[in-house]
């Protein structure tokens, strides 16, 4: 297999991984998999085009969509109108994602723990037989936060 041909299948693979892990568009999701394993500084809006092959307005929604989610970022060259879109710092994005990574966890911790309280007070029995399931849950939502926030503190020092 040839550098392009495998380059054409891994933008594929990440294109499935973006839609499925940050709930992207098809094509918004290919355009940012282009982004991640391209060779060049930036690509422009006809270069993202070129590669995709959808129309103007297709890739232009892309473009905006991921520029609001904060996936990416644009820059201009001196002389050149055209903007160049790259993904946007990798520890920056990084740091966004394990940001949301435990917002989400702390969302599921209140949630489990409002339900807990709720069956020791009105249903005791299902909250004895759940019990022991729930304080090891709560034990990895616990482990998972303390990594979290140490690994969003390490990404932060070499911003």
């Known amino acids: 297999m040839d550098k392009e041909e495998y380059k054409q299948r891994l933008?594929?693979?990440?294109?499935?991984?973006?839609?499925?892990?940050?709930?992207?568009?098809?094509?918004?999701?290919?355009?940012?998999?282009?982004?991640?394993?391209?060779?060049?500084?930036?690509?422009?809006?006809?270069?993202?085009?070129?590669?995709?092959?959808?129309?103007?307005?297709?890739?232009?929604?892309?473009?905006?969509?991921?520029?609001?989610?904060?996936?990416?970022?644009?820059?201009?060259?001196?002389?050149?109108?055209?903007?160049?879109?790259k993904i946007s710092d990798k520890s920056t994005f990084f740091v966004k994602k394990l940001e949301q990574a435990l917002k989400k966890a702390a969302n599921e911790s209140k949630m489990i723990q409002k339900v807990a309280k709720y069956d020791q007070e009105y249903n005791v029995e299902k909250y004895n037989s759940n019990k022991e399931k729930i304080e090891a849950y709560m034990k990895c939502l616990d482990q998972n936060e303390v990594i979290y926030k140490e690994t969003i503190e390490a990404l932060k020092k070499l911003i």
Do not use: W
């Open 11 to 85: 933008i594929e693979e990440l294109g499935v991984h973006f839609e499925n892990e940050y709930s992207l568009p098809p094509l918004a999701a290919r355009i940012f998999g282009n982004l991640v394993v391209t060779d060049e500084v930036g690509l422009t809006f006809d270069d993202c085009q070129m590669k995709r092959g959808a129309s103007k307005s297709s890739i232009s929604t892309s473009l905006n969509l991921l520029l609001q989610l904060g996936m990416i970022t644009y820059f201009t060259k001196s002389g050149d109108r055209r903007r160049y879109f």
